[in-house]
DNA sequence: ATCCAGGCTCCTG
DNA sequence: CAGGAGCATGGA
């Protein structure tokens, strides 16, 4: 059992974080207990548990990670590394809300309700492009669904201390199924060809994962629009996801125009050019904007249903 | 019932 | 080259 105690930049408001993954899509590859979070992690093909737990306040944050069951410290600081990464933990807020403050007040003000929520992301390009795929066009509970199915399908889980964890799918695993299997869990038979074809590029090594994690925004768009079922949305989505690019705009996307209609007060959706337009404003932070953004329709949507 | 979801391809005129 | 049908399903 390796350890270690992180100090992340504050704000961090881990209880949010805790509310979403509860609540949410992810109770497949996350287990959640009072103030602690675990994810199993594919190191090298080798499955290893990560359980962060929380010890500090919203001001003052403050995380234990233990790898459970990694058999050496380089595998212990490798899964610590993903967990890191998809939990922002190394991230400043501050320069963003100092930005914000400066150029958009309408904005600051919806951030400010939010204070502390951090991206939540995936561990890499190749899982945010899974993701993402599956994420195309239709509501996110199905999706969430069509997640959570191809995860059990895949089976790749591990047995810790009489409870199953489910690691997400390699590309190997991905790569190894039929279309006819997807079909199965209601994919569309596109749907499955994406997943599946993308996976086998990047288990065959035809998709450079990592070439792609050191190009520009705009060259990786490029590259990843070639292939067949992406278009910029989820390239876009890998950039924002799977790299936590800060600068990421998805103009087109349709929850971040809904959410600036409703909270700019907009009396129509705004058009992808009236959303550059916007954006202008936040520089540098278009990531950070979209997922407030997101969050904020997310948490309004979820009131008014219990209203 | 109909329309729309954090799209994309493919076919038509 | 713009425009629109079709995709699978579930919730409003």
Redesign the pocket.
Known sequence: MYEITLFPPAPYDFSHLFERLRHSSNWVLYRMENDSITRLFLVDGHPVLVKLTSTGTVEQPQVKLAACNATNEQQAKRAFAYCRHVFSLDRPLAPFYAAIEQNDPVLFRLVQQHRGIHMLLEPGVYEAMIL?II????????AA?LKHELVKLCNQSFEWKGQTFYAFPSPERVASLSYEDLRKL??????AEYVIDFARLVADGRFPVDEISRMSNEQAIEEM?K?????????E?VL??GLGRPDILPA?????R?AMQLFYGLDRQPSEQEVRQMATRWRGWESYVTYYL?TAL?IAKQRK?EA
């Open positions: 993402s994420g195309q066009q239709v509501n996110m509970t199905f669904n209601k994919y569309s038979q596109r749907k629009v292939l067949r079922g992406i278009g910029r949305w989820t390239a989505c924002l996801f087109l996307d349709i929850g971040l809904n997101w997310g249903q």
